[in-house]
C-alpha cells in the first residue's frame, strides 16, 4: 500500500486517510490505484464493518491531481466499468469532510452512504474553472441526491457550497465543530458496526437498488433481501425486546 493512502483498523471499523495534505490530499494515479486497493481490501475483510474516508492535514480531497494531469497523464474514469467509485461498497463508509471536497474530492464524497461535514468545510466543482470533466460519478450522483436544480447550479458555476447549506440541500448528513468530523465519524461508524449487520445491509442494498425502478419493482426487491435477515436475525432480536433489551435507548 503506497504511503498516499494509509490504512487504520480500530476493532470493526476501518478508517481509510488520503494522505497527501501538501496538495490537499489531491489524487494522482499511484494515490488513485492505493484507494481503490484500500477500498477493495475492506469489503474483503470480514472483520470490517463500516469505513471512514478521512483527509489528512485539514482537507478531504482536492480530487484528480492537475499537475500530473498537466504533464500528459492520462486519467481512467473513477466511475467506470472498474473504477472505484463504479458501484457502492457492498459495506457502509461515511466520509469525515474537513477543508475541501473539490471535483473528484466531491465525487469521493458523494459516493460515500454518510457525509459529515466540519463547520468550516465546503464542496464545489472548481475542476469546471480548468476544462476538467467529471468521471467520477459527480453528475450522477449530485443530482439523485439534492436534486437537479442546485447540483446544476454547482456543475454550471463552480461556486462553493458551505457546509451549512450543504447540510441544507442534503448533500451534507450532518455538521460537527472543526477539527471533530474523523472523531464523530468512527463514533458513528462504531455505533453502525454494532447493529445486526444482515438486516441493515439488505435494508442498505434496497434503498441503492430501488432508485429508478418502478413501486412494484422496488417493493419487490425489498422483499426478496428482506427474507435473509427475517431468517437469520429478525426472530433472535425479537426476543431480546421481548425480554426487555434494548429499548428507552439502551443497548441491545
Not at 488520503?18 to 486497493?37: C, F, K, Q, S
Not at 454550471?156 to 451534507?172: P, Y
Not at 449487520?197 to 442494498?205: G, K, L, P, S, W
Request: proline content about 4%; charged content about 20%.
Amino acid at each position: 500500500m503506497s504511503d498516499k493512502i494509509l490504512i487504520e483498523k480500530h476493532a470493526a471499523v476501518t478508517t481509510i486517510v488520503i494522505n497527501r495534505p501538501a496538495v490537499r490530499n489531491a489524487l494522482d494515479r499511484e494515490a488513485t490505484a492505493a484507494l481503490g486497493a484500500a477500498l477493495r481490501a475492506f469489503e474483503n475483510d470480514d472483520e470490517a464493518r463500516v469505513a471512514v474516508l478521512w483527509g489528512a492535514g485539514g482537507a478531504f480531497c482536492a480530487g484528480a491531481d492537475l499537475k500530473e494531469l498537466a504533464a500528459g497523464a492520462e486519467y481512467d474514469a473513477w466511475a467506470g466499468t472498474d473504477g472505484p467509485l463504479s458501484r457502492p461498497a457492498r459495506k457502509p463508509v461515511i466520509a469525515a469532510v474537513a477543508g475541501h471536497a473539490c471535483a473528484g474530492g466531491l465525487g469521493l464524497a458523494l459516493w460515500c452512504d454518510i457525509r459529515i461535514a466540519e463547520q468550516s468545510a465546503a464542496f464545489a466543482v472548481l475542476s469546471r474553472r480548468w476544462g476538467v470533466p467529471m468521471s467520477d460519478g459527480t453528475t450522477v450522483r449530485l443530482p439523485r441526491l439534492i436534486g437537479t436544480s442546485h447540483a446544476l447550479d454547482m456543475l454550471l458555476t463552480a461556486r462553493i457550497v458551505s457546509a451549512e447549506e450543504a447540510l441544507r440541500m442534503g448533500l451534507a448528513t450532518r455538521v460537527v465543530p472543526d477539527g471533530t468530523a474523523r472523531s464523530a465519524a468512527e463514533s458513528l461508524a462504531a455505533t453502525i458496526a454494532a447493529f445486526p449487520q444482515i438486516a441493515m445491509n439488505t435494508d442498505r442494498e434496497s434503498v441503492y437498488r430501488q432508485d429508478g425502478e418502478p413501486m412494484a419493482n422496488a417493493l419487490a426487491i425489498e422483499a426478496e433481501l428482506a427474507e435473509r435477515a427475517k431468517r437469520l436475525e429478525a426472530q433472535a432480536g425479537a426476543s431480546r425486546f421481548a425480554a426487555g433489551m434494548g429499548r428507552h435507548g439502551a443497548a441491545a
